[in-house]
């Protein structure tokens, strides 16, 4: 039980190392939420995975702030003495707006385990040390600056390349990289961006031994994915159509998807996230981690989560590097042989460095009872 004396939101912004190019849009900086809550015992950080525009999901930076400005942080100072549990209900009479939710109470979980001294990975009964790392590969002008990317990042060491991919920007980009390596591990991310009338393009990519293909059809559409998936071998994973518990059950029942992306954000929070990951263990469907360019903050959460037991294959888990010059917290360094280790601190076991989240911030509000 804590009690929430303070909630102090802050927008940031930090320079990408490159563009990133995905069927909706390309971005050149991240701008997210950070939440810093304070209890009687501690303060905890939350990162809010919703983006300046309103294009991956329904939410975004300036719809989360006034969220949470107007009625997140009301129905936690209305709470009174509470846990993470109690915040469902809390947040009960707010529809939808999980990537706000989840940016609080991740900030109260973090606040809560710092005071018992728990790391956030004991709480979600992860198992391993250390996590594989893959990353997600933006689209890029040309098929020959894809190859120089890609080459890159598997001298890195990464373990597994995952491609964004968008309608006449697929399969002679994705062939060109599976004929130059044809061991790794391969994935495609459609964000998206087709319709069923494509089935040309998933039939074409079946003879090409990818991994999965991640969201190819509208997020809202769990029908037609399941049609698609009885069309094709590649199994379908699905990212942008998973928002909660049920949705996980819903698709899984329906056989739009043979694997889920996991983004704790997008299904309201941590809590969350381990739900979703046990619905899905107990159906015998993989699930890995999904990432959202996310700053240190939100990357810890990311690898602790990323380390349970049904998180079989590699994540969006990549290191600090993979997105920025100089990360808010102290860096997530990827070892050469593609891992990257789970933090052990208490809570998300980081915090923002001071000085660096001064440098990077470009508002912020303090909110009180
Ligand atoms: O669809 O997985 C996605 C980034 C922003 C929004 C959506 C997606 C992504 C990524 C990058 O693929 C994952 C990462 O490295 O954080
Ligand atoms: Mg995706």
């Known amino acids: 039980m804590s ?30 939420i950070l939440v810093r809550v304070e209890t009687d015992e501690a303060q905890g950080w939350g990162e809010c995975v919703a983006d300046a525009l ?48 989840a940016a609080l109470v991740n900030a109260v979980l973090d606040a809560e385990l710092r005071a018992a001294g728990t790391p956030l990975s004991a709480w979600l009964g992860a198992e391993r040390p250390r996590v594989e790392c893959g990353v997600s590969v933006g689209i890029t002008a040309t098929t020959e600056m894809l190859l120089d990317q890609v080459e890159g990042y598997l001298a890195e060491g990464y373990r597994r390349i995952k491609l964004k991919i968008a309608p006449g920007l697929d399969l002679e980009r994705v062939r060109a990289v599976r004929e130059r390596w044809p061991g790794i591990a391969l994935s495609v991310d459609a964000n998206a961006a087709y319709t069923p009338d494509d089935l040309d393009v998933f039939l074409a990519l079946d003879d090409l031994d990818l991994l999965m293909v991640e969201q190819p059809l509208h997020h809202d559409d769990l ?24 949705d996980a059950a819903a698709a899984i029942e329906l056989g739009s998807c043979r694997i889920v992306n996991i983004k704790q954000g997008r299904v309201g929070g941590l809590p969350h996230a381990r739900r979703v990951h046990d619905v899905c263990r107990d159906a015998r ?63 998300l076991g980081v915090e923002p460095l001071p000085a660096r989240l001064d440098a990077c911030t470009l508002r912020r509000e303090l909110l009180t009872p």
Not at 87 to 96: I, M, N, S, T, Y
Not at 223 to 246: F, G
Not at 322 to 341: H, I, K, N, Q, S
Request: aromatic share 8%; net charge negative.
């Open 285 to 347: 469907v993989p699930v890995w981690c999904g990432g959202m360019l996310e700053t240190g903050v939100g990357r810890a959460g990311n690898l602790a989560l990323a380390a349970m037991p049904n998180f079989s294959l590699p994540g969006d888990t990549s290191p600090s590097s993979r997105y920025f010059l100089e990360d808010l917290t102290e860096p997530f360094v990827m070892a050469g042989d593609g891992t990257m280790a789970v933090p052990t601190g208490a809570g």
């Open 223 to 246: 029908l037609q994915h399941a049609a698609l998936q009885a069309r094709v071998r590649t199994p379908i994973c699905l990212d942008e159509s998973i928002r909660s518990e049920a």
């Open 54 to 101: 309103p294009d991956f999901s329904a939410e975004f930076n300036e719809g989360a702030w006034l969220v949470l400005r107007e009625f997140l942080a009301p129905a936690v100072f209305g709470a009174g003495q509470v846990t993470t549990a109690d915040l469902d209900e809390a947040f009960g009479p707010v529809r939808g707006n999980v990537m706000a939710k």
């Open 3 to 32: 009690h929430v004396r303070a909630i102090e939101l802050y927008l940031v912004g930090l320079p990408l190392v490159r563009p990133f190019r995905t069927s909706f849009g390309e971005a050149t900086e991240k701008v997210c």
